[in-house]
């Protein structure tokens, strides 16, 4: 692969990153004016608006882009989720804890605002949003690469 190739390929998948970021704001304003409706739901761990705008930036970027660089930010928020369950696994200890480890971690990352408790979901906000944000844009991503028109 030449320097040139390789200059275009960081390029586009700076940009990638830029639109990612910028999905992200988008859904996060979303995510203020519709949260009302799902509020107190297992679907609001999962931040939607934030989901579906990624996969809409995705989609529509790399239909006119055609790269497969974003289909490696689902590997890249994998590793974020992944990294912090680990580190919340290891902080937990059984003296403070009222919950078994595995419900711990599962209220801390993926459970409702009232299972939350002490640590005010700060783990889904920080890991487990940013995480399905970017699977969602790797999906926009494969589904615009796969119908771009040749």
Partial sequence: MTAERWWRTFAVLLLHIILFGFAFGIGFLLEALFNRYYQGSHIAAFSPCIAVSAFVMAFFANRRRGNHSPLLFAIAGLLWLALAVWDEGRAWNPT???ESKSNYLVHMFFG????CSASECIGELFFTTPCLAA???SLGAAVGLFSTKK
């Fill in 112 to 115: 409702t605002r009232a299972q």
């Fill in 96 to 98: 403070w804890a009222q």
């Fill in 135 to 137: 699977i969602t844009y």
